[in-house]
């Protein structure tokens, strides 16, 4: 990730008190009132926990993403920064699951998000961070959804509150991949992403080094450090009618999706194991009845959330 050799850059908002900076979960106490919390976003494998190592730096010990190219985080885990501060406060990263997992749908993703921020009592946070991969020679339809409801989560008028963090640049290596990086962010900053950057938003490159990190956080970090109440905070989803909201109709598609994926699955399953080729190979047998069981469940899951998001019209995806 980083070479132990590597030096602080110059920074201008960020104090740190010593090296190596120590990063850890905060466990079951609160955030203190006088605090920064930077809450991190995308999809999965972006990059997300890999930031936060980078942040902690290579003297630190810290392995979260364990070079793991699925994403790692599977729970809401808040990092205090120890041994840095900003005007005197102390900082904190939230990780957050990724978007667009192939086995959680971004209704759970969101639900466990606003659970732990009731358990927390975090009403606001300072910034946003949204972790964007910049080597993929196109931007993929499940991107595409994960883009279209993190914006209606935020809502626009915070844009000047979020920073797009491209990452992956470390692994454009040689001039055709680092010249098609090149062009992805051109796109992302003049045509993804253009109507958050004209109310404020910033966008930057993270090179997955601490020096890349750290001046990222103290760019992050320069203005406007209210506490902002961003709609995935200011909605209570368990009480109010989803389907009615612009991300919940997000929601709403990422499950209808997911629900004719799996009912297109389970007709194939079902026909392999009907076919007498297939009974007359017990361990392909087998294999197929485990993978439909599994189906099933997920199918049944995401027809229960499915009820939740919108209930008048989930009798159409039965």
């Keep these: 990730m980083t070479s132990k050799a590597e ?3 110059r920074l201008k908002n960020l104090k740190i008190g010593g090296a190596p900076l120590v990063v850890r979960p905060l466990g079951r106490e609160k955030f203190p009132h006088h605090s920064y919390r930077i809450l991190i976003m995308g999809p999965t494998g972006a990059g997300k926990s890999s930031f936060v190592e980078a942040v902690a730096g290579p003297q630190s010990g810290i392995k979260i993403s364990s070079g793991q190219l699925e994403g790692y985080t599977q729970e809401v885990t808040a990092y205090r920064i120890r041994g840095m501060t ?3 406060r102390p900082i904190y990263l939230i990780d957050t699951p990724g978007f667009a ?3 959680v749908s971004d209704f759970q993703i969101l639900t466990n998000v606003q659970q732990w921020v009731k358990d927390k009592n975090l009403l606001a946070v300072t910034k946003v961070l949204y972790i964007h991969p910049v080597t993929a020679t196109r ?3 499940s991107q595409k959804a994960v883009l279209s409801t993190f914006k209606a989560l935020t809502g626009i008028s915070s844009a000047r509150d979020i920073t797009v963090v491209t990452s992956m640049w470390d692994t454009a290596l040689g001039k055709p991949s680092l010249r098609r990086a090149q062009s992805n962010f051109t796109e992302l900053k003049r045509e993804v992403w253009k109507d958050f950057l004209k109310d404020g938003a910033n966008i930057t490159r993270f090179y997955n080094t601490h020096a890349s990190a750290l001046r990222i956080l103290d760019q992050v970090l320069s203005a406007h450090l209210e506490r902002n109440m961003f709609q995935v905070f200011a909605v209570d989803i368990s ?5 009615r909201t612009p991300f919940g109709q997000n929601l709403e598609k990422d499950l ?3 629900i004719k994926t799996l009912k297109m699955k389970k007709t194939i399953l079902e026909a392999d194991l009907d076919d007498p080729s297939t009974l007359e190979n017990e361990e392909l047998a087998s294999l197929l009845q485990t993978d439909l069981l599994e189906t099933n469940q997920s199918l049944e899951r995401f027809m229960r959330q499915i009820r939740e998001v919108c209930p008048p019209r989930a009798a159409k995806h039965k």
């Design 7 to 9: 030096e602080i850059p």
């Design 86 to 88: 900003c005007n005197s």
């Design 101 to 103: 997992d192939a086995k």
């Design 139 to 141: 931007l993929p339809g």
């Design 239 to 243: 009480k109010v009618e989803l389907f």
């Design 256 to 258: 209808i999706n997911r």
